[in-house]
């Protein structure tokens, strides 16, 4: 839930670097991606925080918790895969 948390901060940080540099460089649309990975780390961090409310019904606990880790995994290669292109000027 913490790594969640931490990296929607990261989004963020990079959402204003790109809004910096749109100014010198022209428009991407890499900071709205980065919007939509940082929508997936809340995502993850709320079916974290549920899983671990859920303790007396392990089936429900164990389904959240399956689900929050796969998001987490999801944007977390997605955020790197933008970081990828970004650097590549290919968006």
């Given amino acids: 839930m913490s790594a969640s948390s931490g990296m929607v901060g990261a989004c963020a940080t990079l ?4 809004k910096l ?27 974290a925080y549920l899983a671990l409310r859920s303790r007396r019904r392990p089936a429900l606990q164990q389904r ?20 990828l292109l970004f650097a590549y000027d290919l968006i």
């Fill in 21 to 47: 540099t749109e100014r010198s460089h022209g428009l991407t649309r890499v900071d709205e991606y980065a919007g939509f990975t940082a929508v997936g780390f809340v995502i993850s961090a709320l079916l």
């Fill in 15 to 18: 959402i204003g670097l790109v």
């Fill in 64 to 83: 959240l918790e399956t689900v929050a880790d796969v998001i987490f995994l999801l944007a977390m290669v997605a955020l790197a895969g933008i970081g």
